[in-house]
């Protein structure tokens, strides 16, 4: 039986992926679990670097291709460096997004094609995909509309896309269900947060609790 599990929280902007996992995180703290909880892009220093480059909003003549394989090598090295090494130690580790972000938003979205971008992440972490991915599912419209109304002031390069983008990134979500159904558990985001965190603790409490 499995022990320990590489977990990942996956949503569009605003699904309030990162309110709940660090929710659980207390709660695995409290249960004393062992647990790592991390983000992407970014989790370790040269990571956030080039999260930093990637979302700055100054940088609009950033191609697809270039974002595309700078979200790979920061996901490169924040899995050698801090994934794997939390996993073969025998803990849990739950990440605010992963591979699947990469194949919505630069293979589906941006169009570069999800399979192309599912190779050079393949290439990126050794074909390693997560045990279980939580998606949290709310449409576009409402989540971007708790963007602009929590955060006007820390706008990123991806939260200025217009609605189209954001409706193609969706639907390349879809897209990464339809091929990994067996991993994917869908919690329905356009809840309160206390509902929400209660949804994702009971798929997440019978695994690893």
């Not at 039986?1 to 207390?26: C, D, H, P």
């Not at 220093?45 to 999260?51: D, L, Q, T």
Request: charged share 30%.
């Amino acid at each position: 039986m499995q022990r320990n599990f590489f977990i990942t929280f996956e949503g569009g902007e605003g699904a309030g992926k990162t309110s709940v996992l660090k929710a659980i995180g207390e709660r695995l703290k409290e249960g004393h679990i062992d647990a790592l909880l991390t983000r992407e892009p970014g989790g370790i220093e040269i990571a956030e670097k080039i999260r930093a480059v990637i979302l700055d909003p100054v940088h609009t003549e950033m191609h697809e291709r270039t974002e595309a394989l700078l979200y790979a090598a920061a996901r490169a090295q924040h899995f050698y460096e801090k994934v794997l090494p939390a996993l073969e130690e025998g803990r849990h580790v739950l990440c605010d997004r992963f591979i699947d972000s990469s194949l919505a938003y630069q293979g589906y979205a941006r169009e570069i094609g999800v399979d192309d971008v599912l190779a050079i992440n393949e290439f990126a972490i050794g074909k390693r995909l997560p045990d279980v991915t939580i998606f949290f599912n709310i449409t576009p419209e409402k989540g971007l509309a708790r963007i602009h109304a929590t955060r006007s002031d820390e706008m990123n390069r991806l939260d200025v896309e217009g609605l189209a983008f954001h409706q193609k990134v969706y639907e390349g979500y879809e897209e990464a269900m339809r091929r990994y159904p067996e991993r994917f558990k869908v919690i329905n985001a356009d809840q309160p947060l206390e509902q929400v965190i209660e949804d994702v603790w009971g798929i997440l409490n019978p695994i690893i609790g």
